[in-house]
């Protein structure tokens, strides 16, 4: 069921108790669809810059997409670069030095997997060489990198997509759809979540034997971070320390912001309000493991003010996987949508706003109607992230995550962590990217 083309809420509520499975966008197929035949003259070469868990999963990712070819990898921890040939063929080029691949002739574009504080360096000089980029979230280690990224892009023409796989889901399109079309009214509320509670979720990640200052290219891996000794937690832990990571706000909340500014057309909140603590993993990590934050959205478009909440809990006992849950809670004045992984829309009659009416509240609840929509068994929002990526690597056009989009996801976050080190509320002007005072 479509609310668009003139469909309306009473359509919704003649189909509502079903579940619609969302159907998959015009020329996509899913990861167990047979690969097609791709001419070498459309072939799109690749390399990976930082060959860890997220450039591993990123790149099989994107070699599932048909005419993708894996032609280097670049890291600066020499165990990976065995692993890197065994998955990826023995003619695949290893390198500690980054720029070497960018020198390429034959690289069309790069994944960037690194972590955050090298994002912008990278991203910025593979721009400059005529490499397109797909950037993982967040998109910088600063909102003064972030703005000099976008400024690169403009300036190269070529095309930057940022990470947030969430961008392309056909689940989080619907959602959107629906909330413009009116599903649950106006919108007053909406709450994200994100809980965990597992060794490798709260990222303390393993550290391997043979970690030393021979097998770690140790300066190349802080670059423009303060110089230290070698201490090999800070390489393979580095979401746990400020100087190379965002913390659990630019690894997890970026994701839920990406999701709502999506839904809801918002460019980003006026207003950050942050606390939290260290709880539980008190194992020498800089960040919190518990983040609870607010936010005001001003007025856009048809989309009046709104509140949002955000939380990550590394401490959650109620979880009852690795990696936890994450979701959305939009609350609207006609209703409510659950958004995870798949979408529920509840409706009833608005509140009524005759103060002196008597109650309704046995009418409204009978008059309550739900309606799920879910995905296709198989489908996967990382595999159509890359999708729609490549497919504007080969005709030139814009990507479904830009370098503004991706800006306005992850400057939120990092204000997070500014206003929960500084214990205060910060104000943010998403359209001129300046913290504001006051």
Not at 135 to 147: A, F, L, N, Q
Not at 191 to 211: Q, T
Request: proline share 6%; with cysteine; net charge neutral.
């Amino acid at each position: 069921m479509d609310l668009r083309n003139g469909a309306t809420r009473r359509d919704f509520l003649r189909v509502a108790g079903a579940t619609t499975i969302l159907a998959r966008a015009a020329g996509n197929t899913f990861a167990s669809d047979e690969p097609r035949a791709v001419p070498p003259s459309d072939r799109i070469r690749i390399a990976t810059l930082g060959i860890g868990g997220m450039g591993v999963g990123d790149t099989e990712t994107a070699l599932k997409v048909p005419g993708v070819e894996l032609v280097a990898v670049a890291d600066i921890y020499d165990g990976r670069f065995k692993k890197a040939k065994e998955a990826f063929g023995k003619d695949v080029q290893t390198t500690r030095d980054y720029r070497e691949i960018l020198d390429r002739k034959d690289v069309d574009a790069v994944i960037i997997a690194t972590p955050d504080h090298w994002h912008a360096q990278m991203t910025i000089d593979a721009l400059g060489k005529g490499k397109d980029v797909y950037c993982e979230k967040p998109m910088m280690h600063s909102i003064e990198e972030g703005v000099r990224m976008l400024e690169a892009q403009k300036k190269t023409g070529c095309i930057l997509q940022v990470g947030s796989q969430c961008v392309s889901s056909i689940v989080y399109e619907k959602a959107r759809e629906l909330l413009a079309a009116g599903a649950i009214g106006q919108v007053n509320l909406v709450e994200g979540y994100n809980n965990r509670n597992s060794v490798m979720s709260a990222l303390h990640w393993p550290i391997p034997e043979d970690a030393s200052p021979q097998t770690i290219d140790w300066d190349r891996f802080l670059g423009s971070a303060p110089k230290r000794p070698f201490e090999p937690a800070r390489l393979f832990r580095w979401r746990l320390y400020n100087d190379y990571g965002t913390g659990i706000s630019g690894d997890l909340f970026v994701h839920l912001f990406s999701g709502m500014h999506l839904v809801t057309g918002a460019l980003g909140p006026s207003r950050v309000y942050c606390s939290g603590g260290l709880r539980y993993w008190k194992d020498g990590r800089e960040i919190p493991d518990i983040m609870i934050a607010s936010f005001d959205y001003p007025a856009r478009g048809a989309q009046s003010e709104f509140n949002l909440t955000l939380k990550v809990n590394f401490v959650d006992g109620a979880t009852v996987s690795e990696w936890g849950d994450s979701g959305f809670r939009f609350a609207g004045d006609e209703g409510v949508m659950d958004l995870g992984g798949s979408l529920t829309v509840s409706r009833r009659p608005p509140l009524s706003r005759d103060w002196d009416a008597p109650p309704a509240k046995e009418t409204r609840l009978a008059e309550l109607t739900r309606h799920t929509f879910a995905p296709p068994d198989g489908y996967n929002d990382r595999l159509d992230h890359f999708r729609k990526f490549f497919a504007a690597v080969r005709a030139r056009t814009p990507v479904v995550e830009d370098a503004l989009f991706g800006l306005r996801a992850a400057a939120p976050a990092l204000l997070c962590n500014q206003s929960y080190f500084e214990g205060r509320p910060v104000r943010w002007d998403p359209e001129t990217f300046q913290v504001k005072a006051g």
